[in-house]
């Protein structure tokens, strides 16, 4: 099992920047990706970012890339998610989620295992 808590979410003017945390515990997260996930009121859960643990390979949604990025702390057992120049669209609640894997980034919810209780974002036009 893989917990994994959020945090780090709250309420910024569009341009702005936030980072989210997502802690994990429970296993060895080496063979592991580790990704961000977001559901805005009414949409499918979407992907956003994605980190492979050992390597430390990165991979993005193309709605995000340039204006987020994904990094792990492997001292802290944490992935962190930059969001920089937000925008009203990028409202949504924030997910972190797991899932063994060691090559091929997945995109799709269903593909992983583990997920966190989620932390709001909104931006403010």
């Known amino acids: 099992q893989v917990q994994l808590v959020e945090s780090g979410g709250g309420l910024v003017q569009a341009g702005g920047s936030l980072r989210l945390s997502c802690a994990a515990s429970?296993?060895?997260?080496?063979?592991?990706?580790m990704a961000w996930f977001r559901q805005a009121p009414g949409k499918e859960r979407e992907f956003v970012a994605a980190?492979?643990?050992?390597?430390?390979?990165?991979y993005y949604a193309d709605s995000v890339k340039g204006r987020f990025t994904i990094s792990r702390d492997n001292a802290k057992n944490t992935v962190y998610l930059q969001m920089n120049g937000l925008k009203p669209e990028d409202t949504a609640v924030y997910y972190c989620?797991?899932?063994?894997?060691?090559?091929?980034?997945?995109?799709?919810?269903?593909?992983?295992?583990?997920w966190g209780q989620g932390t709001q974002v909104t931006t403010s036009s």
């Open positions: 429970g296993r060895t997260l080496s063979m592991y990706h």
């Open positions: 989620a797991a899932r063994r894997e060691l090559v091929t980034f997945r995109t799709r919810p269903m593909e992983y295992d583990y």
């Open positions: 980190i492979a643990w050992y390597s430390g390979s990165t």
